[in-house]
């Protein structure tokens, strides 16, 4: 290593995650297109594989194609999983997207934390990562034993004309066909993708627009977020402390999954329409560290501690208040598609984030140290 050069790596993890998410984002963009016409009983069952094929391919990887392939599974998986049951949540009582957001925040720490444990421990990453095949396990019995299906998902006919219809329709959008065809069976849709069914294209796009306000500012959070997760955190650590470079980082992720977490369970507690505000306290954090990440100028790593762990907490309030405010805000008979396609605005994020991450890590990593 040249002298007082900084401990980095060229290949910056903004490389792994452009593999991690441009599967995912384009699953998210396309899906006004097709995803009403896929059933749930199809769509479950796709997320669970993907997962198992991610984890089993990784852990059994021999080259950095295989180590890519199994993150591309795990985006695939991901991507059919967060707009499925997004949309599933437009079924349940409100407080569902509570719970699915302080869920998603909780799967972040217990990830994080399991992993940076079992290795610290002594467990090879290997042997960690196939130990996580419990978790596609826990998502099947979820599905299919614990939770109680709503009568809208299971199989049914469309409604006709003498049928009280389930959900009023929009007054400014009505479908191109007003009724199905009586012998049409709908397995594993709910009344309201059969009513987005029936909509045009450009119907279905213009439905977009109205939740603009949401998506621009989470997508806004998501880029200031991963820009710093994935061009600066590597860049910024402490020598000769108890933690190693590598346990530094393990654990900068276990502390801002803990911020995400608690935020994203906290919408009952307080909730609030001003999402604009979330985007522009985490560009101010994406400045404070690009600054520490140039000049390193922080004494103390709990310091560092202290700030990623705000990060995590305006990214999980801004994810958790935007899609609370859409299940409050659009109609039911087009919730569970507005929550599924506005779940882009995040993928989208973190995908420039990760264009933008790259220059900027490989920049910073060859500079000398300031000291």
Known sequence: MVPNSRKCNILSTGAILLADILPTL???STAVFWIHRVAYNIRVPMSILFVVAAFITVATSVATWMSLLGVVFASISSGIGEITFLSLTALFHKNTISTWSSGTGGAGVIGALSYAGLTGAGLSPRHTILAMLLVPALMAVSYYIILVHPN???????QTEDQSPLLKQPTDITPDEDSCNDSEE????TAATSYISRLSTRQRLMLILPL???MI????VYVAEYYINQALFELIYFEDIWLTLAEQYRWYQVDYQLGVFISRSSVNLFHTKAIWVFPVMQVINAVFFSV???FL????????????FFEGLMGGAAYVNAFFSISEDVADEV???SLGVASVADTSGVCLAAFISIPVHNFLCKLPLPY
């Open 152 to 158: 809208s998902i299971k199989s049914r006919k469309c």
């Open 335 to 337: 919730k569970e598609f």
């Open 186 to 189: 709908v397995t594993g849709t």
């Open 217 to 220: 500012p989470l997508f806004s």
């Open 292 to 294: 520490e990440a140039y």
């Open 26 to 28: 384009f699953i998210k």
């Open 297 to 308: 100028f922080v004494p103390s790593i709990w310091i560092v501690f202290a700030v990623i």
């Open 212 to 214: 603009l306000k949401y």
